[in-house]
């Protein structure tokens, strides 16, 4: 993975002006071959000149190729300029790990082209999506490689911070079925996020966020999270059907309910979607169960139960809850947060 590192300003002052001095630095920029470097970096130098108001002191390119992960030749592209610190760059980067939040900008640790080749066909949409929506040119547009996943990313330069940022959700993995991340996908773009890819287990997504310094989605507020764990994927299929027949008739009938890989060969009973009114409790009321039958013969009685203590509470999910000698089983209480 290429490594894009700040260089390190050595602040002089002159003692008597107490004027700092500049000095030179670089910016690069790894292009396809397939493109003119000479015209191309001619119009990476307007753009940068414009962002920055800084003056383009020198411009190189030369011929690189790389052998890992696959062979490539590419351009780099160099051009150099007077400052009295290095710019801070704003990357928006098609390669990005959430965080156990779900939504979190993206960041340079994740490879979603599995080709140099798939990866340059995308640049030419990715630069208009990204024009559209921050109403500026990326300085630079192109692909690097992931060295631990062995995949391709896609950056766009810019040097204009902009409260429409870049994020990316993962609210399904790669078991999903293709109706599951459309459902998502959906919710996404009815919140009024601008959809740029989806992969087999991200979304990435432009929106505005709630501050300049907020990394939060405006507008997109979906969320995930585990309602229970099992390691039979029948029984995560048995308690799929339950959950979505309760949630049916609230607020959550639009969420969507999947069963994927856990941890250790698990099977997790996960819902996507606007969650943040509700509350998920595991083990309810501190009762456990032998067995995941022990359980589902206990269910109804323990929902029936949690409803007449609390209209809030919704209904209930078994599963999986520890791994003791007995009692590893209970149930997950679905229930809506109190109204302020």
Known sequence: MFKYLSMVTLASFIAVSSVQASSTFRYKAYLPDTVDCATEIASISQRFEEQTGKKVTQQSCDVVT?????????????????SEYTL???????????SLTSIEHSSESFGPYETYSSCVKDIPAQAKLFETNLKMKPVA?????????????????????????FFVLKAFDDTASESEV???????????????????????????????LNWTPAHVAI????????????????????????????????AVLSCTKGVFDSVSLEISGHINNWTFSTPYSGEGYAS????????????TEARASSSRNVGGVCGFIGAGEFNNFGVTM???????
């Open 223 to 254: 969320k995930s999270t585990i309602l229970s764990n099992s390691y039979d994927a029948s029984q995560c299929k048995d308690q799929k059907e339950k959950v979505k027949m309760l949630l049916s008739q609230t607020e959550l009938s639009t």
């Open 66 to 82: 790389i052998s890992y992960p696959q062979k490539i030749t590419f351009h780099l592209a160099a051009l150099s300029y007077q």
């Open 292 to 303: 995941y039958e022990e359980c589902k013969s206990n269910l109804d009685r323990v929902i």
């Open 141 to 165: 547009t192109y692909c690097v490689v992931n060295s631990l996943t062995a995949g391709f990313m896609l950056r766009m330069d810019s040097f204009n911070s902009s409260l429409t940022r």
């Open 182 to 212: 459309n459902a998502i996908v959906q919710m996404v773009i009815k919140d009024g996020g601008r959809v740029a890819k989806v992969t087999k287990n991200l979304i990435y997504f432009y929106d505005e966020s709630l501050s300049p």
């Open 88 to 98: 801070n760059q704003n990357p928006t980067i098609i390669g990005g790990t959430p």
């Open 334 to 340: 679905i229930s809506r947060n109190p109204v302020n």
